[in-house]
């Protein structure tokens, strides 16, 4: 099945409104009242939490642009200035979770907020995120899969034969996480519990469709992607059995004294 979406939504001669940035825009928007909306319900200071949309909106795309530059220096150290041309594309999503963290992590302190339950007001919008901009991949034709005998194998613009839609098996995927986040925070144990279960799932599944990624291999079976997915799930599975014996140790020691 042929798919050739025209990725320009607004042709105004020199200036060209793209579907992808369109997107990206609106998955920012919506991941901003979504963030405030949940914080609130933790507990978070809703002024504070606004005052880290800038600087983490900025974390979100520098860091995405350094990601995908060191996994291409070798091309990037050849052609320095295209760094910098961040509008010919070229994110990659551990370099944007990876700086968005650090940043994250050093504000909310300084804001006086507390860091996990901010981590859990933003789940919701890691699956936002990847809905929208996956959906932009798939307008711009980018980040298919292999070639695929499925019947719903697509012919991407510059192929010839049909590929894996990567993109929307990840907006598939995506699209169950947000429902069980959703579900999760009404079950919500402790501070972080819904913010690491996210990056468990999200890090398992992109581990399992980079299978499909026709990219080049690190090591015999594993990408550098699926590696730095496997990181990433491994260590949230720690943190997230820290947190829980954390929580449980501190719920002991509040009825023990409670009988004092």
């Known amino acids: 099945m042929p798919v050739n979406i025209d990725p320009v939504l607004i042709d105004l001669g020199p200036l060209s409104i793209r579907w992808y940035g369109v997107l990206v825009t609106a998955a920012l928007l919506i991941s901003m009242f979504v963030t405030e909306y949940y914080a609130k319900k933790l507990g978070q200071d809703p002024d504070k939490v606004a005052d880290l949309y800038v600087p983490m909106i900025l974390a979100i795309i520098i860091g995405a642009r350094l990601g995908h530059v060191v996994t291409n220096w070798e091309y990037y150290s050849q052609n320095p200035l295209d760094i910098f041309r961040i509008y010919k594309g070229g994110l990659a999503s551990h370099g944007a979770f990876i700086l968005t963290v650090i940043v994250g992590v050093f ?6 907020l507390d860091t996990w339950s901010l981590a859990d007001a933003i789940a919701p919008c890691i699956a936002i995120g990847h809905i929208f901009v996956r959906l932009g991949n798939f307008i711009n034709g980018e980040l298919y899969g292999s070639s695929t005998n499925l019947p719903w194998g697509i012919v991407f613009p510059g192929t010839y034969t049909p590929r894996h839609p990567l993109q929307l098996y990840e907006i598939i995927t995506s699209v169950i996480l947000l429902g069980l986040i959703i579900g999760l925070f009404h079950r919500r144990r402790f501070p972080g519990q819904v913010f690491l279960l996210t990056m468990i799932y999200v890090s398992v599944v992109r581990a399992l469709l980079d299978i499909l990624r026709p990219e080049f291999r690190v090591t015999q079976y594993l990408s550098l ?10 260590v949230a599975l720690i943190l997230l059995i820290f947190q829980k014996r954390k929580h449980r140790l501190r719920s002991n020691l509040g009825k023990e004294a409670d009988h004092v």
């Open 225 to 234: 992607g699926q590696i730095a997915s496997i990181t990433t799930a491994v």
């Open 107 to 112: 504000l909310s302190r300084r804001k006086g």
